[in-house]
């Protein structure tokens, strides 16, 4: 089956870090555009970051530049998403999502992970 498991998420204070993990089984993401998005409650969901098929391409949201740095491990099918420097801003869950749009589009999403910035 095509599964996308995020986990990482957790409590942690204003300026920590914590580090999400997104495996990926039942397809290589090699082959797909891999992004992590967030949505807080009563929020619209918004893309956080996304890291083109080959590694390269990456685009953050402004206010995660500098602090968050999203990376992919093609032999462990395995994206992550590093993030320093936390704000009460930041807290949302984290989905973690892969996309492919040639020949067939694809999209698939895992279930999410909780990440609470709080003093």
């Known amino acids: 089956q095509v599964q996308l498991v995020e986990s990482g998420g957790g409590l942690v204070q204003p300026g920590g870090s914590l580090r999400l993990s997104c495996a990926a089984s039942?397809?290589?993401?090699?082959?797909?555009?891999m992004s992590w998005y967030r949505q807080a409650p009563g929020k619209e969901r918004e893309l956080v970051a996304s890291?083109?098929?080959?590694?390269?391409?990456?685009k953050y949201l402004d206010s995660v530049k500098g602090r968050f740095t999203i990376s992919k491990d093609n032999v462990e099918n395995t994206v992550y998403l590093q993030m320093n420097s936390l704000k009460h801003e930041d807290t949302a869950v984290y989905y973690c999502?892969?996309?492919?749009?040639?020949?067939?589009?694809?999209?698939?999403w895992g279930q999410g992970t909780q990440v609470t910035v709080s003093s």
């Open positions: 999502n892969a996309h492919r749009a040639i020949v067939i589009e694809y999209d698939y």
């Open positions: 039942g397809f290589p993401l090699s082959t797909y555009v």
């Open positions: 890291i083109g098929s080959n590694g390269g391409k990456t």
